[in-house]
């Protein structure tokens, strides 16, 4: 019998023997980024993969923005006051026009950012931008926003790609985008053509959206400085490629990366069942597997110390060992089969190598304690899906409201009860204490089956020295290459 190579690993192995010698160190900044074209999006309409986040960020930006180490800084907003009590943000905008021609206005930013946050957007942060009472311009360059009750890490919401300032499909810069026949983008800051005497100046960033493979091999090839948007599910074919360790770099992001419970029926219904498939799982042997440095990994829904919430809720046997907490998983789940049978949990995962690798670990857990995993295809019935996601902010609303009663079929009123009463506090100390009480309900629950922290990577060539692994894993064009000392 003959065996034929995986197609993506076959191309990465032609980009290797194809591999020049040498690498450009002037010239354009050429960017892979994992997804399709990159387009200026309606993130209100539709979700943002990362060719058309880079491409948002870099024409068309928000009132503030990511610098490369995950500080805010200035962007549309020249400058911005905070209120003694953090329940008003003043934000006044610098002189900025729109890529088609015009002026930006407050009242056309205020425009943009009641549209994210009304009944009707789909956009991601919807859920968290609940937190804003009113947004109103003050002038044509102020305009104010009002918060319920404080939160101290909003203006890194407002920092994120789902909250540029689009109007018609055009944003307001710093980059001026121009499309290319080969569905690439090219970025030019128009400063830069003015100052040039060049015909044909250089773009600053020419930006295409492809596969990961494919983007992986025309880095192998030396045709590319840097791939943006990695995940655990493709992790394996950068490994392929053999670029040298210094060049694939990994973000310390937040976030969650593990199983959500899609209902609570059958089996699923009983809290026991749930948490002792939580328990069954070996997550240090997982996170050694998956070997990505400083992977850490989770039991518990909130990360530690979010928003000066110093004791989040953490399952009663996280300090078991292991096999005390199978025994005890096996005698909970002996009997959830039914008919005397194995229980069967079908589990949906994106398509990837590295998500194949984590299924793998867990059917093998599982199978410990005398359960049966197996994969859901696409579009198929599953009683639990990955949730590998960054949080775009340190607020610990963002992670308990993805098992909300509006976000999911397993939860718990009174923790709604919580997470509304937190929204509308008066203090901050009021607030971590009614996120904390959710945190503890929800954490009761079990509608979710926490596992390591999300993975995010970058291939990264040594010209790009401005590069910099963040929380947010945000790489503003602008700073890619750093500026000679």
């Known amino acids: 019998m003959v065996t034929r190579p995986q197609p993506a690993l076959a191309l990465l192995a032609s980009a290797l023997l194809l591999a020049a010698c040498g690498e450009s160190e002037t010239g354009p900044v050429a960017v892979s980024a994992i997804g399709g ?4 999006v309606n993130p209100n309409r539709e979700p943002l993969d990362p060719a058309s986040a880079t491409l948002l960020e870099a024409a068309a930006q928000g009132l503030v923005r990511f610098d490369s180490g995950g500080e805010i800084e200035p962007a549309l907003a020249q400058r911005w006051i905070v209120s003694d009590d953090g329940l008003r943000y003043t934000f006044r905008l610098g002189k900025a026009n729109w890529n088609g021609g015009g ?15 009304a009944a009707s957007s789909r956009n991601p942060l919807k859920p968290i931008l609940g937190a804003i009472d009113e947004i109103v311009a003050m002038t044509d360059d102020v305009l104010e926003i009002s918060l319920k009750s404080p939160r101290p890490n909003f203006l890194q919401l407002l920092a994120q790609p789902e909250m540029a300032i689009v109007r ?70 950068a490994r392929a490629a053999g670029a040298p360790t210094a060049q694939l770099r990994f973000d310390p ?33 997982l996170a050694a597997a998956l070997g990505v440095p400083g992977l850490q990994q989770r039991q518990s829904l909130l990360p530690s110390g979010i ?49 194949r690798l984590v299924f793998a ?12 995993a197996l994969p859901a295809g696409p579009g198929a019935p599953a009683d639990l899906r990955l949730i590998d996601e960054v949080a775009p902010a340190g607020l610990a609303s963002w992670y308990l409201r993805h098992f909300s009663c509006e976000s999911s079929r397993v939860c718990d ?19 971590r204490g009614l996120l904390a009480n959710a945190d503890r309900i929800l954490a009761g629950l079990g509608p979710f089956i926490p596992l390591t922290t999300p993975i995010r990577w970058s291939l990264v060539a040594p010209r790009l ?13 602008g700073e890619l290459v750093a500026a000679e000392p």
């Open 413 to 431: 009123p009174a923790a709604d009860e919580m997470m509304a009463a937190a929204r509308i506090a008066p203090d901050a100390a009021t607030r």
């Open 103 to 117: 002026r930006v206005t407050a009242e056309q930013a205020v425009a943009r950012l009641k549209a994210a946050a």
């Open 253 to 285: 992001v937040g976030g969650l990366f593990g199983l959500a419970f899609v209902a609570p029926e059958g089996p699923f219904a009983e809290v026991d069942t749930r948490q002792a498939l939580a328990m069954a799982i070996d997550r240090p042997a």
């Open 465 to 477: 020295t401005g590069f910099r692994p963040n929380a947010f894993g945000r790489h503003p064009a």
């Open 361 to 372: 670990h867990l059917r093998r857990d599982w199978a410990a304690v005398g359960v049966e």
């Open 168 to 237: 018609n499909g055009q944003g307001a810069g710093p980059y001026r985008p121009e499309g290319l026949t080969d569905g690439s983008v090219r970025l030019s800051l128009p400063s830069r053509d003015e100052e040039e005497d060049s015909d044909d100046p250089a773009p600053v960033v020419l930006l295409r959206g492809e596969s990961a493979a494919a983007g992986i091999a025309r880095f192998a090839e030396r045709q590319s400085d840097l791939v943006l948007g990695g995940t655990l599910g493709d992790l394996p074919l």
């Open 37 to 40: 074209p990159p387009r200026i």
């Open 307 to 355: 928003e000066g919430l110093g004791q989040v809720s953490a399952p009663a046997w996280i300090l078991d060992p292991l096999p005390e907490r199978r025994a005890r998983a096996a005698a909970l789940l002996r009997d959830s089969g039914g008919d005397g049978g194995r229980l069967k949990v079908r589990v949906a995962l994106p398509p990837g190598p590295g998500y």
